[in-house]
């Protein structure tokens, strides 16, 4: 039998809190999730959360830094399997708001992290405002789109997709209804950075 190191254990530790936490967060909320239903669904007590993450909210901060690499990811394979490289950023802001439907990112990243934060945590926002970045320069280069300050206009177009994604996912709302106003918004957003 192979003994595990302390850093093994450690990494299983928290992997086995953050998977409890992602599903009583997208099942109950994170203000109904209770952190020793999240600690004893695994077998661990409330000692060993605060051990980790030292609170509830920086196991939520943990959930949403997972979420949001898997969100990236994703949104990177949409825009990679596009004919060219414009219909892939298209297809990558585009997928971005419907991925506020999707009832797990809509209840912890676009609601949870709201009322918590405020926002989407910093780092997740500084990743995402970086990729738009440097697709828009790669875009500029080849021509597509016009010239313009490549990180302002990657924070403008960030801010708009976040918000928009918010507004979908608002509690008692249509997010249906409201996917395809913002999507409808988000092309004529998008036909504007094109160059003429």
Same mark, same amino acid.
């Given at each position: ?40 669904? $695994?077998? /661990?007590? +409330? ?23 898997? /969100? ?17 950023? !298209?297809? !990558?802001? +585009?997928?971005?708001?419907?991925? *506020?439907?999707? &009832? ?5 990243? /676009?609601?949870?992290?709201?009322? $918590?934060?405020?926002? $989407? &945590? ?14 828009? !320069? ?13 990180? $302002?206009? *990657? +924070? ?7 918000? *928009? ?5 608002? &509690?008692?709302?249509? &997010?249906?209804? !409201? ?10 957003? /998008?036909?504007?950075?094109?160059? +003429?």
């Amino acid at each position: 039998m192979t003994r595990r190191s302390r850093s093994q254990m450690v990494e299983e530790t928290r992997a086995k809190l953050i998977a409890a936490a992602r599903v009583a967060f997208a099942e109950h909320g994170y203000a109904h999730a209770w952190m020793d239903d999240i600690t004893g669904s $695994v077998g /661990l007590t +409330r000692g060993a959360l605060y051990h980790h993450f030292g609170s509830k909210e920086k196991l939520l901060v943990a959930v949403i830094d997972q979420m949001e690499g898997e /969100l990236a990811r994703r949104l990177q394979e949409i825009a990679d399997a596009a004919p060219t490289p414009w219909e892939g950023f !298209r297809r !990558r802001c +585009r997928a971005y708001l419907e991925l *506020a439907l999707v &009832p797990e990112n809509r209840r912890i990243i /676009l609601q949870d992290a709201r009322a $918590v934060f405020g926002d $989407v &945590p910093q780092r997740n926002q500084d990743t995402g405002v970086a990729s738009l970045e440097a697709a828009l !320069r790669a875009l500029m280069e080849d021509g597509t789109v016009a010239p313009v300050h490549a990180g $302002v206009a *990657a +924070r403008m177009l960030y801010g708009a997709v976040t918000e *928009a994604s918010f507004w979908i996912a608002e &509690p008692d709302s249509d &997010p249906p209804e !409201r996917l395809a106003v913002s999507l409808d918004a988000l092309d004529k957003l /998008l036909d504007g950075l094109l160059a +003429r």
